[in-house]
């Protein structure tokens, strides 16, 4: 079975501009979420989605949204980007019910020049 | 942004040794979640717990859920090179949701 895949895989962008990033989640998971992860650092919660209503969010601006889809694909939109968004975006998703493991996809690496 | 306290930060170890680090919280957890992270890729999940005590095993790893639910523990047995990379333990912040807050991690380096 593929596991959590996201795209881009890399992406270079100029302060100020906006960026989508894309997330899809193991087949059968209807929840997914979103982490940054800053180089030497842990990852940081950023949003939480399940069956497309937000669940859980963490303390990033509200430059930063994000939406799930009925096939329970995920978009994260970054607007207004400074050189500090840049960071590894990382994707989890979860399956339901009361195991709360989460899967990780590969990342996408975002470089804000 | 927050994060769990992790030792040892780093850590060289002959192949073949034992390992141990551990995760630190002050708040109260009801999940933990152990992973491994190689350079550039995503984290890999290792081993989940969900109660106070409980000791549960994947291969050559066993991590434990201490019990104040404060604190989590990672033993690897008699390590292999394939074993380098940096460990992160992952705490459940709000029970019943997916919103986890991650440790510092341990970056694991093994000398054949």
């Known amino acids: 079975d593929a596991g959590v895949t996201q795209s881009p895989t890399h992406l270079i962008k100029t302060r100020g501009q906006h960026v989508t990033l894309r997330c899809s989640p193991i087949?059968?998971?209807?929840?997914v979420s979103w982490y940054q992860q800053v180089l030497g650092q842990g990852p940081q919660f950023i949003f939480q989605y399940y069956e497309k209503e937000e669940r859980g969010r963490g303390n990033f601006p509200d430059r930063f949204s994000a939406r799930q889809f009925p096939n329970y694909s995920s978009e994260l939109n970054v607007n207004a980007l400074l050189l500090g968004d840049s960071a590894l975006y990382l994707c989890?998703?979860?399956?339901?019910?009361?195991?709360?493991?989460?899967?990780f996809g590969p990342g996408t690496r975002l470089t804000v020049t | 942004g927050q994060q769990l306290n992790q030792s040892p930060q780093s850590m060289f170890i002959q192949e073949g040794e034992d390992v141990s680090m551990n995760c630190t919280s002050s708040?109260?957890?009801?999940?933990w979640l152990w992973y491994k992270q190689d350079p550039g890729e995503g984290p890999v999940l290792l081993i989940a717990l969900y109660k106070a005590g409980e000791l549960t095993s994947n291969g050559r790893l066993t991590a434990q859920f201490g019990i104040t639910r404060k604190d989590s523990f990672l033993n690897i047995s008699a390590s292999i090179p394939s074993d380098v990379g940096i460990y992160f333990c992952a705490g459940q912040i709000t029970s019943g949701t997916y919103k986890y807050i991650f440790g510092t991690g341990t970056r694991l380096k093994v000398l054949a």
């Open positions: 989890a998703s979860s399956p339901s019910g009361s195991n709360y493991e989460q899967y």
């Open positions: 087949s059968g998971h209807k929840s």
């Open positions: 708040s109260i957890f009801n999940t």
